[in-house]
């Protein structure tokens, strides 16, 4: 779940699930987001501050150091923790100020939230202006074609670059990525991915 309020948050205990039956898959959701997020900030990725939504397991945290991100420049946030290394928080209303990330990574959130545009709008805000990068994934073959899967009949689930692009606050940003699959490419990993430039501080 993605807030303390419920009428934001679709709630699901999939992933509590998964302790309960030893069933841990902990790259899958960011690996290709975090090695994108690496590549566009090439050739120096060291300097460069990273915040991690949705991480679920503190791998993403070694994944990222992995990818040339600095320890001390790593952040994550999710609804639920065993990890001291994780924040817990919302999604919806990030602690932190304006302008902090050189890149937010946000794999399979849109899913659980019932305000996109409130939580996208809260990913552009904590990016830095003209350099600052928000990298969105999800399994594009859960929309259009079934807009209410399985997650929750409540969720109103839309995941593509086009809904993205739709809810996303600023249009004049830069959406240096999008590609939508209709066809599942690796099972487990992203089916759509968003890369989106923020063009000012407006």
């Known amino acids: 779940m993605w807030s303390v309020d419920n009428e934001k948050t679709v709630n699901y205990d999939y992933s509590k699930s998964h302790y309960s039956k030893i069933l841990i898959r902990p790259l899958t959701r960011s690996v290709i ?3 994108l997020a690496s590549s566009l900030l090439w050739p120096e990725p060291f300097d460069k501050k990273i915040l991690i939504i949705g991480p679920r397991y503190e791998s993403d945290y070694f994944l990222a150091r992995g990818y040339g991100f600095a320890k001390s420049n790593i952040s994550l946030v999710d609804h639920f923790s065993y990890s001291r290394l994780i ?4 999604a919806h209303q990030l602690n932190f100020e304006n302008n902090s990330f050189d890149v937010v990574i946000a794999s399979w959130i849109l899913v659980y ?30 929309s259009p074609h079934n807009p209410i899967p399985n997650y929750g009949t409540n969720s109103g689930y839309v995941f593509d670059s086009a809904n993205i ?19 599942p490419v690796i099972g487990g990993t992203a089916q759509v991915i968003v890369a989106i430039q923020k063009s000012s501080d407006q």
């Open 33 to 35: 987001p975090i090695s």
């Open 87 to 90: 924040t817990v928080g919302d």
């Open 113 to 142: 939230s019932k305000n996109q545009q409130q939580l996208l709008s809260e990913l552009r805000r904590v990016i830095k202006p003209k350099t600052g990068l928000a990298i969105i994934t999800g399994d594009h073959s859960l």
């Open 165 to 183: 692009k739709k809810y996303w606050p600023m249009r004049d940003d830069d959406f240096l990525i999008q590609w939508p699959s209709h066809t």
